[in-house]
């Protein structure tokens, strides 16, 4: 079974319509992250988890919101789709190492805004 | 302002032969690098990090070099084999805040 499950994988909404894209992890980790990748801009941090009560925002966080229900849970909503939302959506989470954090992703979730 | 550069979008390589991918950044203060692989459909997967108090790590076939001054940091892959075709993304850390800057990503296509 995957660490770092994330659903839907595939969405099609249209402009205007609020969504949720939900994330589970069996790693045991307490700091979770929702990141955006778009052709040719690598991935940017949208919200980030370092524990249940705490909610940061990331580098592009407008237009979206989180809720952490659980260790194990991450949700990112988007309160009103608007096409520049259409994007590859991945869930992360992190451990903290020697030396530094790996943070570990989830499969990803293609959205589509008509 | 991207902190964090890959300047090459794609790389071709016959099997057997090195990869070398390329990374530049501007922050001074990133302490900790990494790289991801990534194949099409999936999530990034951890390849392989270094800290700033070091200036390589290797680990089997790939080897991460970091050189401070130049604020560059590169992989390599030795031997490349088909299956390593992917893009590649690197990714600085500092103070182990976990808001890891990604680069654009390289796309590696290793021909058998």
């Known amino acids: 079974d995957a660490d770092v499950t994330q659903t839907p994988r595939n969405r099609i909404t249209k402009t205007g319509k609020r969504i949720m894209l939900e994330c589970s992890q069996t790693?045991?980790?307490?700091?979770m992250y929702w990141y955006r990748q778009d052709p040719g801009l690598g991935l940017r941090l949208i919200y980030y988890?370092?524990?249940?009560?705490?909610?940061n925002k990331g580098e592009i966080s407008d237009g979206y919101s989180v809720s952490r229900q659980a260790q194990a849970k991450f949700s990112l909503s988007l309160e009103s789709a608007i096409p520049n939302q259409t994007a590859l959506y991945f869930c992360?989470?992190?451990?903290?190492?020697?030396?530094?954090?790996?943070?570990?992703f989830g499969p990803g979730t293609r959205l589509l805004v008509l | 302002d991207q902190q964090v550069k890959q300047n090459s979008p794609s790389l071709s390589v016959q099997e057997g032969r090195i990869s070398i991918l390329n990374c530049d950044y501007t922050?001074?203060?990133?302490?900790?690098f990494l790289w991801y692989k990534k194949y099409p459909a999936e999530g990034p997967t951890f390849l392989i990090s270094?800290?700033?108090?070091?200036d390589k790590n290797e680990d089997g076939r790939f080897t991460v070099f970091l050189n401070k001054s130049a604020k560059h940091l590169s992989l390599h892959i030795v031997p490349s084999q088909p299956g390593d075709s992917a893009v590649y993304f690197c990714?600085?850390?500092?103070?182990?805040?976990?808001?890891?800057?990604f680069g654009q990503g390289t796309e590696l296509s290793v021909k058998p």
């Open positions: 992360a989470t992190s451990d903290v190492g020697q030396g530094g954090e790996t943070q570990y």
């Open positions: 790693k045991g980790h307490d700091r």
């Open positions: 988890s370092f524990d249940v009560k705490d909610i």
């Open positions: 922050n001074s203060m990133f302490d900790y």
């Open positions: 270094i800290s700033s108090i070091k």
């Open positions: 990714a600085a850390d500092y103070n182990q805040g976990g808001k890891l800057i």
